[in-house]
């Protein structure tokens, strides 16, 4: 409804996070998005966890204790949680203990007191949706900014936060002894469909030089749910043709690296934050498999102006088990 959007336009609001960074919200068609000031120099360096809310268990801790050792050498800017943050039901309202006991009393490193910025994951759903989307968290713990669908503007990248639970047909068709939340998604299909609009327009309309999508779900896994097929038809044409350089998620509890066979993206999952699924694999798929780790860990991802990427990837032990790099070419002006 054309009124409903002047109306939140007008309403742009100005959050300042903690003191440490300001995170400014305004809205980019009707995706939220929200601009991360970063220290200059040009680069921009960040943690991506994800599948980790247990209380500390299945390594939880131990993955947290790493991930504040390296985001401290590398001092980062942020973190980004892939979703499934609390599990195994999300959270049952904005006063679930489960927040302080997995995310605040967790993550206590001195180098993770920045924004975080998380999507929702399956697990998420299974809870009540509105309070991980709460701004009474934020008052709880200011690093926590969870939107469904979201973008952040962090100058020389743009992320582009995108909501996959409710383009996945099982859980509607078949949801077995879960129950989800789906208020606020309903119709289903109008609700995946402007999305993506949303985000085409998001993808076509931003000039950064590194554009990264982060979902839950895979569109391209070797592990046990594979390649998610309803992102492979419907999202993926769309990334392909706006330049995206990385799609980051979680979903598989593992750590893996798949470069796409026609463009240069490349499918970054980072799902290894507590439990894990040893031996799971499944074998079959379309990309490059470039690296695979079906234990517990972590991501770092550094980027520059000057074009240079690297991503790393960790274990429980903060041991670094796969490092790549890119550089590319900058886009030459019209003549
Ligand atoms: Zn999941």
């Given at each position: 409804m054309p009124g409903i959007k002047v109306m939140v336009m007008w309403n742009a609001v100005v959050l300042v996070v903690g003191g440490l960074l300001d995170v400014v919200c305004l809205v980019s068609g009707e995706l939220q998005r929200f601009e991360h000031a970063t220290r200059g120099g040009g680069a921009l360096k960040f943690l991506v966890v994800g599948d980790?809310?247990?209380?500390?268990d299945y390594n939880q801790s131990h993955v947290a204790f790493q991930m504040g050792r390296i985001g401290g050498e590398l001092d980062i800017d942020l973190v980004i949680s892939t979703g499934d943050?609390?599990?195994?039901?999300?959270?049952?309202?904005?006063?679930?203990p489960k927040f302080l006991d997995s995310f605040t009393n967790i993550y206590t490193a001195k180098s993770l007191q920045k924004q975080w910025f998380s999507v929702l994951g399956n697990h998420d759903y299974r809870g009540d949706v509105a309070a991980q989307l709460s701004p009474l968290l934020r008052k709880i713990d200011t690093r926590w900014l969870c939107r469904r669908s979201f973008l952040v503007d962090a100058e020389i990248a743009e992320f582009f936060f995108v909501d996959?639970?409710?383009?996945?047909?099982g859980y509607f068709e078949d949801p077995g002894e879960h129950k989800y939340d789906w208020r606020g998604v309903s119709p289903v299909k109008s609700y995946t469909a402007g999305l993506l609009k949303d985000l085409e327009s998001a993808l076509k309309e931003s000039s950064a030089t590194w554009k990264i999508v982060v979902g839950?779900?895979?569109?391209?896994?070797?592990?046990?749910?594979?390649?998610?097929q309803e992102l492979v038809h419907q999202l993926l044409p769309i990334l392909r043709a706006n330049k995206v350089d990385l799609y980051m998620n979680g979903h598989d509890h593992c750590l893996q690296q798949i470069s796409d066979n026609i463009s240069p993206i490349q499918f970054l999952t980072s799902?290894?934050?507590?439990k894990a699924w040893r031996g799971?694999?499944?074998?079959?798929?379309d990309g490059k498999l470039r690296f695979f780790y079906d234990g517990q860990g972590f991501m770092s991802v550094q980027l520059t102006q000057t074009h240079d990427l690297e991503i790393v990837f960790y274990d429980v032990a903060g041991s670094v088990l796969h490092r790549w790099t890119m550089s590319k070419q900058p886009l030459q002006s019209a003549m």
């Open positions: 980790w809310g247990r209380k500390g943050n609390f599990y195994d039901n999300g959270l049952k309202d904005e006063n679930d996959t639970t409710p383009f996945v047909k839950h779900h895979a569109i391209r896994s070797v592990s046990h749910h594979g390649d998610t799902g290894a934050g507590s799971d694999v499944n074998t079959t798929n």
